[in-house]
C-alpha cells in the first residue's frame, strides 16, 4: 500500500449487525490496520475473530480502546453515551469517537463536554440495518446505498469530521450532515412512530386474534410484510423512546388527529374525504418509490409486484 493507513488501530465497541458491517467495510478499504472487538457475550466476540470481523477482543473497556485512533461506539442509543463518558481517560490524544445511533442530540449532548481536550466526537447514523442480527448477519455492503447522517456541532473538530464522512462514503454510504435536532425531530417521524404504530397495530390484532382465535388464518401476506418491524428489539425501542421522547410524543399526537380524522369521516359515511385523503397518501408514498429507467416493451418483462423495501430494516 502506498499511502499511511488512517487508522493503525480501530476500536468497535458492539461487534453486532451494525459494528461487524462498518469493521468489514474498514478492512475492505484499507483503512485500518488491527480491528479490536470490545463487548459482553465473549461467544459472539469469539465468533467475530473466527469470522475475520476483528483480529482480537476484550471484554473489558480500558483495554480495548488503548492506543487506538478511531473508536466506533455501535450500541444501544441509551448505554452510548455512558460508555463514551467512561473510556475519555483512556484514549490518547487525537483519538477519534463516533457512534452509530438513531437518537443524537441527547447523545451530543452528554457526551461532547464529557471528553478529553484533543479527543474528537462525531455523532453519525448510518440508516441501514437487517432483519437478522448479531455478527454472523455483518457484511461489508451492507451501508451500499443508503444514506449515513452525520451531525457535527460548532465544536466538531474539522479534521475528525472529514475522517468520519470518508469512512462513511469509503462503506458506499450517501452522507448527509445535518443539525442534531432536526435529525431527531426528522426520525421521530420517519422511523420511531412507524414502530410505535406497527408495535400498537400487532398488539391491537393479537388482542382481536385472542377472542377470535380463527383470525390469523385469514391475514393477507401484506399484514406480515406490513408489521415485520415489529420483530425488532423491544428493549432498544423503548431505549430510543426514552432519549427522543419530546419529538416522538409531537408525532404521535399529530398521527392521533389524522386518525381521529378518518375515524369521523368513516362514521359519517363520508367516502368521497376518504378517498381524498387516500388519494393524498398515494400520491405522496407514490413520490417516495425510486424512478425507473424507461424500458423498451418486452414479453420478458414484469412490473414490480409487492411491497417496496427500501426502509432500513431490510
Not at 255 to 266: D, G, H, P, S, Y
Amino acid at each position: 500500500m502506498t499511502t499511511e493507513i488512517p487508522f493503525n488501530k480501530v476500536a468497535i465497541i458492539g461487534v453486532g449487525l451494525i459494528g461487524g458491517s462498518i469493521a468489514m467495510a474498514l478492512r475492505s478499504k484499507g483503512l485500518c490496520g488491527h480491528i479490536t472487538g470490545i463487548g459482553r457475550t465473549i461467544e459472539n466476540l469469539v465468533t467475530a475473530k473466527k469470522l475475520g470481523v476483528v483480529d482480537s477482543f476484550t471484554q473489558e473497556l480500558e483495554d480495548g480502546v488503548k492506543d487506538a485512533d478511531l473508536v466506533i461506539v455501535a450500541l444501544p442509543v441509551k448505554k452510548t453515551p455512558e460508555v463514551i463518558k467512561r473510556i475519555g481517560a483512556y484514549l490518547k490524544p487525537g483519538a477519534i469517537v463516533t457512534d452509530v445511533g438513531s437518537v443524537k442530540a441527547a447523545i451530543i449532548e452528554a457526551v461532547e463536554p464529557a471528553l478529553p481536550q484533543g479527543v474528537h466526537f462525531v455523532g453519525a447514523h448510518p440508516i441501514a440495518g437487517g432483519e437478522q442480527s448479531g455478527v454472523a448477519a455483518a457484511s461489508a455492503g451492507l451501508f451500499q446505498g443508503h444514506k449515513c447522517v452525520i451531525t457535527p456541532t460548532e465544536s466538531t473538530d474539522k479534521a475528525a469530521l472529514a475522517a468520519v464522512k470518508k469512512i462513511w462514503q469509503e462503506a458506499g454510504a450517501q452522507v448527509v450532515m445535518m443539525d442534531a435536532e432536526i435529525h431527531d425531530w426528522i426520525l421521530a417521524s420517519t422511523s420511531h412512530l412507524p414502530h410505535i404504530i406497527i408495535y400498537n397495530l400487532v398488539n391491537a390484532v393479537g388482542d382481536t386474534a385472542n377472542r377470535r382465535a380463527d383470525l390469523m388464518t385469514y391475514s393477507a401476506g401484506g399484514f406480515k410484510d406490513s408489521t415485520r418491524i415489529a420483530s425488532s428489539s423491544p428493549e432498544m425501542w423503548s431505549e430510543i423512546c426514552g432519549m427522543n421522547k419530546g419529538n416522538i410524543v409531537d408525532a404521535i399526537e399529530g398521527f392521533q388527529k389524522r386518525l381521529e380524522t378518518v375515524k369521523k369521516f368513516i362514521q359519517a359515511g363520508d367516502l368521497s374525504s376518504l378517498t381524498r385523503e387516500f388519494a393524498k397518501a398515494k400520491g405522496f408514498r407514490d413520490s417516495l418509490a425510486p424512478k425507473q429507467p424507461a424500458l423498451h416493451k418486452s414479453h420478458d418483462h414484469k412490473p414490480h409486484e409487492g411491497p417496496c423495501n427500501h426502509d432500513h430494516h431490510k
